[in-house]
């Protein structure tokens, strides 16, 4: 439930994902649970972030989860600007 403590702590280790070693899929797995904990927080634009280099990484192809999160973002956001604008 402290998404955004999650979010903060993961997102610091990103950088050093690759030298704790294992498959490529186990480190997403830590994006994954990174993004959606971002998500969660509110962190919209540091998870937007994250996905645009998840997309990078797999040459300029986003995946389904990236393009349904990214959907799910736009889909907050144009929530929040609606209740902002009440």
Not at 11 to 36: E, K, L, N, Y
Not at 40 to 53: H, K, N, P, Q
Not at 63 to 84: E, G, H, K, P, Y
């Amino acid at each position: 439930g402290r998404h955004a403590r999650a979010f903060s702590k993961l997102q610091a280790a990103r950088a050093s994902m690759v030298a704790i070693g294992g498959s490529h899929a186990q480190r997403d797995v830590f994006d994954r649970i990174t993004v959606d904990a971002g998500i969660r927080s509110g962190r919209f634009d540091a998870v937007t972030a994250i996905l645009a280099d998840r997309t990078k990484r797999r040459a300029g192809q986003a995946d389904r989860f990236a393009r349904t999160r990214s959907a799910q973002i736009a889909d907050l956001q144009a929530v929040a600007t609606s209740c902002a604008a009440e």
